[in-house]
């Protein structure tokens, strides 16, 4: 009962999304390879801002980390990747950014493999966080 409350959930946030972007004078082709790249670089959106923002902005994009950690354990899932795969689906060898690392790494690209990857790539990016954030108040 509880998981389809949350995939309903899920499906409601993705569809306003699609929705959304439905609106950009964009082809489908052309709005999954922005999506594609936005989910490539979307790490260091949050990476890159604290190696130049001042110090007590930090607590900002910590609550996007802690938002987006929210978000994936609540639908056990990213939800971009989702999205993505809405306009990646039916074209031509195009694949969504998770399933194509995970072919290029060797893995199949299953659900449980998806997550795993997610939470790789989560942990990751908040190391980085950690890193820069004690380098910042450490010797700045």
């Not at 052309?30 to 930090?58: A, G, M």
């Not at 999205?83 to 990646?88: A, D, L, S």
């Not at 990857?117 to 380098?135: A, Q």
Request: glycine share 0%; net charge positive.
């Amino acid at each position: 009962m509880v998981n389809n409350k949350i995939d309903y959930i899920k499906n409601i946030i993705c569809n306003i999304v699609i929705s959304i972007i439905n609106l950009l004078p964009f082809s489908k082709k052309n709005i999954s390879i922005l999506i594609r790249s936005f989910h490539f670089i979307f790490p260091l959106f949050i990476i890159l801002p604290l190696c130049f923002i001042n110090k007590t902005k930090f607590k900002y994009v910590y609550f996007v980390i802690i938002f987006i950690i929210i978000t994936q354990i609540v639908f056990d899932t990213c939800l971009i990747t989702d999205v993505e795969e809405h306009y990646t689906e039916n074209i031509e060898n195009m694949t969504s950014v998770s399933v194509s690392i995970l072919k290029i790494i060797g893995y199949r690209p299953t659900n449980k493999n998806k997550q795993i990857l997610t939470i790789l790539v989560t942990i990751w990016t908040l190391c980085c966080v950690l890193l820069i954030t004690y380098y910042r108040y450490t010797y700045n």
